[in-house]
């Protein structure tokens, strides 16, 4: 059991969430909001997605990123920031022809995935380990990006969050870390219950679990309704914890949550398992973090 846990939340995501809840902050204003009321709650680490502020959709301008993390940072210049390296790898297939992408479609090239982080230089920076269906779409990172993506974050001074959300996910981040990609201690992120990846269960979590090579830190999450049966299980597996409205929208069935309400439940679920729920500065520590 992991007696000292840090919590993550995942604000917004680039998910088809907004029209299900009013709480999913849209506009950097409310997304830096978001990230400020969950680091009064215990959230050590934010992890940021932006969307377009007139749609809701999904993006990866720059000037979005930068003014959440300016607004936060005006105000809170402890917590620790986590950027998605996530955004540009969707794919729809075409119905008749699978060459020719369906709207909604964004596949780009490492350079662009990685330029807010490289601009903005985030102490942590998530690094998607691979490619898998995810849901409908396809999400495509192939093994020369993840090479390129992680020489590109250690350049911007950030540690890398390596993303897994299968056993070949883990298989292909050792190889990045045997190749000298990615400097000590790892960090992993346990992904669990994405449509169509491994399972948000007591068998998902100890599968990957079980695969990851010695003196790593990692922390996971569930989706949905299994968000908070991962947190303790992380907790109990020895990792750390990740809630959120990226990965479940509601605080128990009904009732739709805030960021800042799912880490007070994951404190509350963290503190009756007779562990402690750590400060950003003793994370950076852990982490071996450099200050923002």
């Known amino acids: 059991m992991n007696e000292s846990v840090y919590i993550t939340c995942a604000l917004t995501g680039a998910g088809n969430t907004v029209g299900k809840s009013p ?3 849209v506009t950097p204003k409310q997304i830096a909001e978001a990230g400020l009321e969950a680091a009064s709650a215990g959230a050590a680490v934010l992890h940021i997605h932006v969307r377009k502020p007139e749609s809701g959709a999904p993006s990866r301008r720059l000037e979005l990123y930068a003014e959440v993390v300016e607004r936060i940072r ?22 008749k022809d699978p060459l020719q992408a369906k709207p909604g479609s964004d596949v780009v090239g490492p350079r662009l995935r990685m330029e807010h982080i490289q601009k903005l230089r ?17 999400y495509i990172t192939t093994p020369s990006y993840l090479r390129e993506m992680a020489r ?47 399972e948000a269960s007591t068998h998902g979590m100890n599968a990957l679990h079980d695969m990851l090579p ?14 908070m049966p991962m947190v303790a299980q992380a907790v109990l597996l020895g990792g750390n914890v990740r809630v959120g409205l990226e990965d479940n929208l509601y605080l128990e069935k009904g009732r739709l949550a805030s960021n800042a309400e799912l880490v007070e439940r994951a404190v ?11 400060a950003p500065n003793e994370v950076r520590a852990k982490l071996g973090l450099r200050r923002p």
């Open 214 to 227: 010695e003196n790593v830190i990692w922390a996971g999450f569930g989706i949905g309704r299994m968000q």
């Open 152 to 198: 590109m974050i250690r350049e911007a001074g950030a540690k890398p969050e390596l993303e897994v959300f299968e056993m070949g996910h883990v298989r292909l981040a050792r190889w990045l870390i045997s190749e000298g990609l990615i400097d000590e201690p790892p960090l992993f992120q346990l992904c669990l219950g994405i449509p169509w990846a491994a």
């Open 122 to 138: 985030p102490e942590i920076a998530s690094l998607d380990c691979g490619s898998m269906n995810f849901g409908e779409t396809v």
């Open 268 to 278: 509350k679920i963290i503190e009756l398992l007779g562990s402690r729920v750590l």
């Open 23 to 25: 709480l999913v902050p």
């Open 74 to 95: 005006e105000r809170n210049d402890t917590v620790i920031l986590n950027l998605t390296g996530g955004m540009g790898g969707d794919l729809i297939p075409g119905d």
